[in-house]
T-cell receptor, first 113, second 111 residues
Framework: NAGVTQTPKFQVLKTGQSMTLQCAQD?????MSWYRQDPGMGLRLIHY???????DQGEVPNGYNVSRSTTEDFPLRLLSAAPSQTSVYFC????????????FGPGTRLLVL | AQSVTQPDIHITVSEGASLELRCNYS??????LFWYVQSPGQGLQLLLK??????LVQGIKGFEAEFKRSQSSFNLRKPSVHWSDAAEYFC?????????FGAGTTVTVRA
């Protein structure tokens, strides 16, 4: 199993540009999440999904959209990038809720100029 | 609302010495608690987790953590630190897919 994969690894955007961060998992996990990591703030939940077709907002959803058309994929869209969205983005998946382990991808480092 | 506080931003420890990282949480019910480690430029790896039962939890790489409900704490310990333990450590609380993380503690290991 590849686990959780993310592409790209690194991206530079100009303010106002749009892009999609890709996330895929091959563990047949129902639950998937997107976090952003900023210095001194740990990881903060952006959006999450509890199954195909079901998504919900996390702690910091503004400026981001998600959809979940398949169990495997959970892309994160930035419609109009802003410098405040410069961050490292992690995708994670787990089998179900509760004490199940969340498996994290390697991250995407995004710089918005 | 759930939240986590890691009081120590940075800890420096000598190789072979013991390590303790503090974590305090706020959660409305019986918490699910996790410790993750992040090496530079890498993703997060689970060290251990607690959800019920024995309050002393053993994890990978020789780490353990103790859940103390009365103190709302879940401190991470290792008896003897190796140079490879230099990393950033995150405590987290919540359901497995919807975690709240602390700000992290960076551990530096000196020879």
């Amino acid at each position: 199993n590849a686990g959780v994969t993310q592409t790209p690894k690194f991206q530079v955007l100009k303010t106002g540009q749009s892009m999609t961060l890709q996330c895929a998992q091959d563990m047949n996990h129902e639950y998937m999440s997107w976090y952003r990591q900023d210095p001194g703030m740990g990881l903060r939940l952006i959006h999450y999904s509890v199954g195909a077709g079901i998504t919900d907002q996390g702690e910091v959803p503004n400026g981001y959209n998600v959809s979940r058309s398949t169990t495997e994929d959970f892309p994160l869209r930035l419609l109009s990038a802003a410098p405040s969205q410069t961050s490292v983005y992690f995708c994670a998946s787990s089998y179900n809720r509760g004490a199940e382990t969340q498996y994290f991808g390697p991250g995407t480092r995004l710089l918005v100029l | 609302a759930q939240s986590v506080t890691q009081p120590d931003i940075h800890i420096t420890v000598s190789e072979g010495a013991s390590l303790e990282l503090r974590c305090n949480y706020s959660y409305g019910a019986t918490p699910y608690l996790f410790w993750y480690v992040q090496s530079p430029g890498q993703g997060l790896q689970l060290l251990l987790k607690y959800f019920s039962g024995d309050t002393l939890v053993q994890g990978i790489k020789g780490f353990e953590a103790e859940f103390k409900r009365s103190q709302s704490s879940f401190n991470l310990r290792k008896p003897s630190v190796h140079w490879s333990d230099a990393a950033e450590y995150f405590c987290a609380v919540g359901a497995g897919y919807k975690l709240s993380f602390g700000a992290g503690t960076t551990v530096t290991v000196r020879a």
